[in-house]
């Protein structure tokens, strides 16, 4: 019979391990976050609800975001967001527990809002030495909520018209007393509803002091 061939080579190769266990494109360079104010980080949020109803489809659950990408979204904003500086690099494990999910449904939700170019983020790793040995290890992501303008599939509302100048039915504004008492007066009306119009409006002191003198004239000159 042939002799068998050793046994480690039925094992294959002996697996190698990378010097730094880090994901690619992990940088161990500071991340500038931006500032996000509350107010807008908030119309975010309601966008992202909007987003998904407007890609809701008949007969199903949700739309192109989905109830756990939301439930992501908002933790994100309202749990981790530092609205002052922008930081927000919570773990994996923190969002789960803040949105009471599981991590790999984290991870499914982050690739989701990824996807829909709602979420964005860089890998993030830290340099130390350890035992006099150079170390590369994995630190948690740095996320951005990106402007709603760059959401994929999602249709912006339209700009609030400002209100018009008047409709229909309004009543025009009154122009000031003494407009009302030259014209009052010009069409022939009596010295008392002259002064009667000019008293009208005590924050006025030309068209009060005007009154005043209307009303002694008429007092010396009863008619």
């Known amino acids: 019979m042939p002799t068998s061939a050793p046994a480690l080579l ?10 730094w266990p880090v994901w690619a494109g992990s940088t161990p ?38 109830h756990a990408a939301l439930q992501v979204l908002h933790t994100l904003i309202f749990d981790f967001l530092n609205f ?21 449904t984290v991870r499914n939700a982050l690739n989701r809002l990824r996807d829909l170019g709602v979420l964005n983020w860089v890998r993030r790793c830290t340099e130390s030495w350890q035992d006099g040995r150079f170390r590369l290890e994995q630190d948690t992501n740095a996320y951005a909520v990106l402007p709603s303008s760059q959401w994929r599939g999602y249709r912006e509302p339209p700009e609030v018209p400002p209100p018009p100048a008047g409709t229909w039915g309004d009543h025009p504004a009154l122009p000031d007393v003494l407009t009302q008492a030259a014209v009052e007066r010009h069409a022939g009306g009596t010295l008392r ?3 009667g119009i000019l008293g009208g409006d005590p924050s006025d002191a030309l068209a009060a002091a005007l009154a005043r003198l209307g009303a002694a004239i008429e007092s010396r000159n009863p008619r």
């Open 10 to 19: 039925s094992f294959g190769a002996p697996k190698t391990y990378a010097a």
């Open 84 to 104: 002052r500086s922008g930081r927000l690099d919570p773990s994996h494990a923190a969002i789960a527990r803040k949105a009471n999910v599981c991590e790999r």
């Open 29 to 66: 360079k500071p991340i500038r976050f931006q500032p996000l104010s509350k107010k807008a980080a908030t119309k975010l949020w309601h966008r992202a609800r909007d987003f998904d109803r407007q890609t809701r489809q008949p007969g199903r659950h949700g739309g192109a975001v989905g």
């Open 193 to 195: 509803s002259v002064i």
